[in-house]
């Protein structure tokens, strides 16, 4: 699976930005996650969504700011963000999961086996 993410930027604090993931190779399955890593920092834990019924999940600290979605057709997932802080500056990844995966392991960045190049997302104060 290759999985290219496109559209970040630089947008100031209070402002939205949409970053897409397209998959080629296969479908997507399982879970499709949205990790993020700034400066200095381990890669964190953004959301995620079930492929199959679209069930998402989020991190307490982006819960009501960012939303994950699907287009099966497109096979793409995207994350909007809303609200951007400037701590959410960071270079964003998508990451597909093992099938295997269960929900209780779909929140750990090592149950993921196909990870984007990244995507920079720059939130100025």
């Known amino acids: 699976v290759q999985l290219q993410a496109s559209g970040g930027g630089l947008v100031q604090a209070g402002g939205s930005l949409r970053i897409s993931c397209a998959a080629s190779?296969?479908?997507?399955?399982?879970?499709v996650g949205w990790f993020r890593q700034a400066p200095g920092k381990e890669r964190e834990f953004v959301g995620r969504?079930?492929?199959?019924?679209?069930?998402?999940a989020y991190a307490e600290s982006v819960k009501g700011r960012f939303t994950i979605s699907r287009d099966k057709a497109k096979n793409t997932v995207s994350l909007q963000m809303t609200s951007l802080k400037p701590e959410d500056t960071a270079v964003y990844y998508c990451?597909?999961?093992?099938?295997?995966?269960?929900?209780?392991?779909?929140?750990?960045?090592?149950?993921?086996?196909?990870w984007g190049q990244g995507t920079q997302v720059t939130v100025s104060s």
């Open positions: 190779g296969r479908t997507f399955s399982s879970y």
């Open positions: 990451a597909v999961s093992r099938s295997s995966t269960i929900y209780s392991g779909s929140f750990d960045p090592g149950n993921y086996i196909y």
């Open positions: 969504i079930k492929w199959s019924d679209g069930y998402t």
